[in-house]
């Protein structure tokens, strides 16, 4: 295969808590089946983003209880590679998303371990020792996204390379077969103009993980 065959890497950075990132992540596995790009997803936190800030208490729980899937979502990056992160990512949110485990965090994480065919010793990382270097990785993977759009956004964060990036897309449900498409098409398009920064409406319904 020569250099121009290779399919252009669309990075996605994504919270495992966030229920927007993963329908984003979906549609961008829909969009791969109908153009010719090689998905990445890459880890930022939620909970490194809101240190420090004045939220809502219940936000501000709910955020504080996302350290450790972020957590093990880095180090099954770093340790087992992007695949295999890909597939846990998979399998925690078909549980956590879809399924609606959100009572054991933790357990869930294991149980997506064992859905994804990983090591079940991975989840050490999910509550790490002091001085272990995870959440500085996760810190540092963050930061790659927030040093591309700023310290005003959230998850999830998207790519097309040389430096190109910005928030989102947002969508509910997630697009699929052509739709897919033409979505990244027009992400692509945008992230060609130098002086895009942002489009944006409010929100209507609620959200649709179907």
Partial sequence: MSTTDVEPTV???VDPACPFAWMTSRWLLHAAQVREIAPRFRVMSLAVLNEGRDLDPDYRRSTDQSWGAARLAIHIARTEGDEAFA???T???ERYHVGGQKEDRRATAVAALEDAGLPAGLIDAYDPADGDDTDRAL???HQD???MVGDDVGTPVISFGEGTAYFGPVVSPAPKGEEAGRLLDGLRALASVQG???LKRSRTGGIDLS
């Fill in 11 to 13: 990075e996605l950075f």
């Fill in 87 to 89: 597939r846990w990512y």
């Fill in 91 to 93: 399998a925690w949110g």
């Fill in 139 to 141: 810190r540092a993977s």
């Fill in 145 to 147: 996204a927030i040093d």
């Fill in 196 to 198: 895009f920064y942002e």
